[in-house]
């Protein structure tokens, strides 16, 4: 069993939930639903907050000396997270380009 699994696996869960908010706000914006999309933005980084909040606690745990163990999992994880951050981070881009657009 891997060390620190739960947090782990809520990594992936809120990384997993921020990527699709984030998708989900650009078709949103392709529709011309701005409302929409700007809530699903939003939706997008509060999931993405909760992740980082986890991350930033492994992250303290070990700076205090608790070694954090490195598993597939775990990298798979942070891979998840980061990838996922930067499609909100285009998402947001989109939702502004398709806004500007009908302007």
Request: net charge negative.
């Amino acid at each position: 069993m891997v060390k620190n699994e739960q947090e782990i696996f809520t990594l992936i869960l809120h990384g997993g939930n921020g990527r699709s908010a984030a998708m989900e706000a650009i078709s949103a914006a392709k529709k011309q639903d701005f409302e929409l999309a700007h809530k699903k933005l939003k939706e997008s980084g509060d999931a993405l907050n909760e992740a980082h909040h986890i991350q930033t606690t492994l992250i303290q745990s070990e700076i205090g000396g608790n070694q954090t163990e490195i598993s597939l999992l775990m990298i798979h994880a942070q891979d998840h997270l980061m990838n996922a951050m930067t499609v909100k981070d285009l998402a947001k881009e989109f939702v502004d380009l398709y806004e500007r657009g009908l302007k």
